[in-house]
């Protein structure tokens, strides 16, 4: 049963990564958008502020774009219900990327007051030590991929396919050789 789930984990895994790898990637995109449009000062007044509210009040601080992201998702499955799939696409996509990259910008403001929260602080590590167990699942499939792609490249790839053949012959040669009609020991035996 658990050989059976394997393949649903890394899945799941696979997705959280995903996730993650969003968020990482998305906060210096949203870093540099702040540096360019004059919101230093807009994250300097929300430090700010976030300075003198109680770790409850920032939490609501903290889900505000999660609020505001909502009507642009169920826009986007309106979009899908109507069949305009590419325009439902470009909607969803939008709105993941702005709630993930307003998110993080918030977050980071909101970080240490958030942390306060215990049980929000078990969330926050529980998430951390989530990814790394779907960094453990997909790890080494990622390794296996990019060594067989390393292999198989036009410089590698006489030496990776007389690889796989001696693996073949070597199969082959542990393989039992099935037993001749002639011989008296063997399942099938000469009929006279």
Do not use: N
Not at 2 to 16: C, E, G, Q, S, V
Not at 21 to 40: G, N
């Amino acid at each position: 049963m658990r050989r059976l789930l394997r393949p649903i984990w890394i899945l799941l895994a696979i997705l959280f990564l995903i996730e993650a790898w969003l968020w990482d990637h998305l906060e210096p995109i949203v870093a540099r958008i702040v540096a360019v449009i004059p919101w230093q000062r807009l994250k300097a007044l929300l430090a700010r502020r976030i300075a003198t509210l109680s770790p409850t009040a920032t939490l609501i601080v903290f889900l505000i774009p999660v609020v505001v992201i909502v009507p642009f998702k169920v826009l986007g499955l309106w979009l899908v219900a109507e069949g305009y799939w590419v325009h439902a696409a470009g909607m969803l996509l939008l709105a993941k990327l702005a709630g993930l990259g307003t998110t993080a910008f918030v977050f980071d403001a909101c970080r240490d007051k958030l942390l306060q929260l215990m049980w929000f602080r078990l969330l926050y590590e529980s998430l951390l030590a989530l990814r790394d167990w779907a960094h453990s699942m997909v790890d080494p499939i990622m390794h296996k991929i990019r060594r067989l792609i390393w292999l198989s490249r036009r410089q590698r790839a006489g030496r990776f396919f007389r690889r796989i053949s001696r693996i073949r012959r070597h199969v082959r040669r542990a393989e039992p050789a099935p037993a001749s009609p002639g011989d008296p020991g063997g399942p099938a035996r000469a009929i006279r």
